[in-house]
């Protein structure tokens, strides 16, 4: 059964890191792109960033700079590097294709809260 665990979220202070996981079972990270999403109370979600099964990066442009999805094939874990993080990143980040986004099937995402 096809499963995405989003895990590494937690309380930063503003300007601080965070590396976000998400463990993949049931199909393979290389298969199709994988994307990072994001949702802050009372916003819709948003796509943070992908990468495609070549490896390509593509970002939402207030984020370049900031954030880094990359890949790991042997452990089909995709990850989420983001630095100088500011207030308006506190949100739930979820992993996902956007084939299971569009059917509704997530994971229980990982919260992010930046406050000094």
């Known amino acids: 059964q096809a499963q995405v665990v989003e895990s590494g979220g937690g309380l930063v202070q503003p300007g601080g890191s965070l590396r976000l996981s998400c463990a993949v079972s049931?199909?393979?990270?290389?298969?199709?792109?994988m994307r990072w999403y994001r949702q802050a109370t009372g916003w819709e979600r948003e796509m943070v960033a992908v990468?495609?099964?070549?490896?390509?990066?593509n970002y939402a442009d207030s984020l370049k700079g900031r954030f880094t999805i990359s890949r790991d094939n042997d452990k089909n874990t995709v990850y989420l590097q983001m630095n100088d993080l500011i207030p308006e990143d506190t949100a739930i980040y979820y992993c996902?294709?956007?084939?299971?986004?569009?059917?509704?099937?997530w994971g229980q995402g990982t919260q992010v809260t930046v406050s000094s």
């Open positions: 996902n294709t956007l084939t299971r986004a569009t059917t509704g099937n």
């Open positions: 990468i495609t099964p070549a490896g390509k990066a």
């Open positions: 049931g199909f393979s990270v290389m298969e199709s792109p």
